[in-house]
């Protein structure tokens, strides 16, 4: 999750909500990938969670990066809870799951890189701590008694909401892991159309990255059971955006949407003031209950912006939320996905043209058919095997079209990321569904065996 956000005077006219959101506008050679990838943390002896304090630790695991490859330390309330370096910062989710939210980089050859270099480091620290990192999309055999909570204020506010508005909130925050992927829009029509493409074609990275069904010791009986999580953890920002596809959507329209979220919280001097429930709209005419007279930094309307959850969403860049986590090979397929399908025009509008005709029941039937059935999953005439070839083809074509080399000029595209889906399709064997016939067979129904294998 994001941490707080600096900078911006106090919002003085309403048009300033959507001209932040218009500020992301760049034109396409400045266009840019940001590559998050999370992962779980537990102790090798014992297969625990890692807790946030002690010799094998989440401390012991931020302190040993930023004392052996540089990175600065970020506290809350004198605890080092994130890093930064390069443009690129370390943080923590609820149950201590480590993120790389990466730099903005000009290709996938680049995200590869960083993304091998962070899974390097981790393991040197790791190594000599005692700790393990597992990449799945959600953990095995965890309750979530077993979880510790990360010292940061946002996520006690978080954790105490979720049970008032859900039934799955706290899973999502504790036991689950995602790969996301950050790509950037050139006007106001291009973020429909690239946002459009995000929302109808998300089930087909949820089942091509489902890898997530084991939870609790149990088979879920779903390919990704993170997806399933998060129809059920707040109807306010989560979803699928029936709006999006309306005459009239553009910044305006996202912002007044993202009006009508509920607040968490606002950031004040290093300390997370409880907005739980509360009105951005009070906020913004100074009636706020939590800070009554005061009105909102541009700040606090990019901190709201990262309390809105659905499948795919807007900021000053847009942001694709539908993937499991998973190992390091797939860290770089999403981003060679979606770029494929979103930074060439030609393949962009084939892309738009796949989901141009589903309503919004076939859109949502789409996601809930992807996290149960993965590249197995059908709606009506809609195969999802079929349809992630077709996407496949077309962001193998934009790939190509980019024609973005590889720093040693061996590689002339980047278009070999997808092979790791290639070969999903072409087996129709998912992440998951080999985890589940391992645990099955093999495992004998024993979650623990899941580590030495799944681990990086």
Same mark, same amino acid.
């Given at each position: 999750?994001?941490?707080?956000?600096?900078?911006?005077?106090?919002?003085?006219?309403?048009?300033?909500?959507? @001209?932040?959101?218009?500020?992301?506008?760049?034109?396409?050679? !400045?266009?840019?990938? @940001?590559?998050?990838?999370?992962?779980?943390?537990?102790?090798? !002896?014992? /297969?625990?969670?890692?807790?946030?304090? #002690?010799? +094998?630790?989440?401390?012991?695991?931020?302190?040993?990066?930023?004392?052996?490859?540089?990175?600065?330390?970020?506290?809350?309330? $004198?605890?080092?809870?994130?890093?930064?370096?390069? *443009?690129?910062?370390?943080?923590?989710?609820? #149950?201590?799951?480590?993120?790389?939210? $990466?730099?903005?980089?000009?290709?996938?050859?680049?995200? +590869?890189?960083?993304?091998?270099?962070?899974?390097?480091?981790?393991?040197?620290?790791? &190594?000599?701590?005692?700790? #393990?990192?597992?990449?799945?999309?959600?953990?095995?055999?965890?309750?979530?008694?077993?979880?510790?909570?990360?010292?940061?204020?946002?996520?006690?506010?978080?954790?105490?909401?979720?049970?008032?508005?859900?039934?799955?909130?706290?899973?999502?925050?504790?036991?689950? +892991?995602?790969?996301?992927?950050?790509?950037?829009?050139?006007?106001?029509?291009?973020?429909?159309?690239?946002?459009?493409?995000?929302?109808?074609?998300?089930?087909?990275?949820?089942?091509?990255?489902?890898?997530?069904?084991?939870?609790? $010791?149990?088979?879920?009986?779903?390919?990704?059971?993170?997806?399933?999580?998060?129809?059920?953890?707040?109807? &306010?920002?989560? *979803?699928?955006?029936?709006?999006?596809?309306?005459? #009239?959507?553009?910044?305006?329209?996202?912002?007044?949407?993202? /009006?009508?979220?509920?607040?968490?919280?606002?950031?004040? &001097?290093?300390?997370?003031?409880?907005?739980?429930?509360?009105?951005?709209?009070?906020?913004?005419?100074?009636?706020?209950?939590?800070?009554?007279?005061?009105?909102?930094?541009?700040?606090?309307?990019?901190?709201?912006?990262?309390?809105?959850?659905?499948?795919?969403?807007?900021?000053?860049?847009?942001?694709?939320?539908?993937?499991?986590?998973?190992?390091?090979?797939?860290? +770089?397929?999403?981003?060679?996905?979606?770029?494929?399908?979103?930074?060439?025009?030609?393949?962009?509008?084939?892309?738009?043209?796949?989901?141009? %005709?589903?309503?919004?029941?076939?859109?949502?039937?789409?996601?809930?058919?992807?996290?149960?059935? *993965?590249? !197995?999953?059908?709606?009506?005439?809609?195969?999802?095997?079929? /349809?992630?070839?077709?996407?496949?083809?077309?962001?193998?074509?934009?790939?190509?079209?980019?024609?973005?080399?590889?720093? %040693?000029?061996?590689?002339?595209?980047?278009?070999?990321? /997808?092979?790791?889906?290639?070969?999903?399709?072409?087996? *129709?064997?998912?992440?998951?569904?080999?985890?589940?016939?391992?645990?099955?067979?093999?495992?004998?129904?024993?979650?623990?065996?899941?580590?030495?294998?799944?681990?990086?």
């Amino acid at each position: 999750m994001s941490i707080p956000q600096t900078g911006g005077g106090v919002i003085e006219r309403h048009d300033q909500l959507a @001209g932040f959101l218009e500020s992301g506008c760049k034109p396409p050679e !400045d266009w840019r990938i @940001g590559t998050e990838h999370e992962k779980f943390g537990f102790v090798r !002896d014992g /297969l625990t969670p890692l807790p946030y304090d #002690g010799p +094998c630790s989440v401390r012991a695991m931020l302190e040993g990066l930023r004392d052996g490859f540089g990175w600065s330390p970020l506290e809350e309330n $004198g605890n080092i809870i994130g890093l930064e370096r390069d *443009g690129a910062n370390v943080s923590l989710e609820p #149950g201590g799951q480590l993120e790389l939210s $990466g730099a903005q980089l000009r290709t996938i050859h680049e995200t +590869c890189d960083e993304a091998n270099r962070h899974l390097d480091e981790v393991r040197t620290v790791a &190594d000599r701590i005692g700790a #393990g990192f597992i990449g799945l999309g959600a953990s095995p055999d965890w309750t979530h008694d077993q979880m510790p909570m990360m010292p940061k204020g946002r996520y006690r506010l978080m954790t105490d909401y979720m049970d008032r508005v859900g039934t799955h909130g706290k899973q999502m925050m504790y036991r689950t +892991c995602t790969i996301q992927v950050n790509l950037d829009f050139r006007s106001e029509s291009d973020m429909v159309k690239k946002l459009r493409v995000a929302l109808a074609l998300q089930p087909v990275a949820t089942a091509l990255f489902a890898n997530s069904p084991i939870f609790e $010791g149990r088979d879920t009986h779903h390919q990704s059971w993170r997806s399933r999580v998060w129809r059920d953890l707040d109807a &306010d920002r989560t *979803g699928m955006l029936p709006f999006v596809f309306e005459d #009239g959507m553009g910044f305006e329209r996202w912002a007044e949407y993202a /009006l009508d979220v509920p607040m968490y919280f606002v950031y004040r &001097d290093g300390h997370y003031v409880d907005a739980l429930g509360q009105s951005f709209r009070d906020f913004l005419e100074g009636r706020l209950p939590a800070l009554p007279g005061e009105r909102p930094r541009l700040s606090d309307w990019a901190d709201h912006l990262t309390t809105v959850f659905p499948e795919a969403r807007v900021k000053t860049f847009i942001e694709m939320r539908g993937a499991d986590g998973g190992p390091w090979w797939r860290i +770089c397929a999403l981003p060679a996905f979606w770029v494929g399908l979103l930074y060439d025009g030609t393949a962009l509008d084939a892309a738009h043209d796949l989901g141009r %005709n589903w309503d919004a029941e076939t859109r949502e039937a789409l996601r809930i058919a992807a996290s149960v059935d *993965g590249i !197995d999953a059908r709606v009506g005439p809609v195969s999802m095997r079929e /349809l992630a070839e077709e996407a496949l083809d077309i962001s193998e074509s934009g790939l190509k079209a980019r024609a973005r080399p590889a720093s %040693n000029g061996l590689v002339p595209d980047e278009s070999h990321f /997808l092979n790791s889906l290639r070969d999903v399709v072409e087996s *129709g064997s998912t992440l998951a569904s080999e985890l589940l016939e391992r645990f099955t067979g093999e495992y004998g129904g024993d979650p623990s065996r899941i580590y030495a294998d799944y681990s990086y």
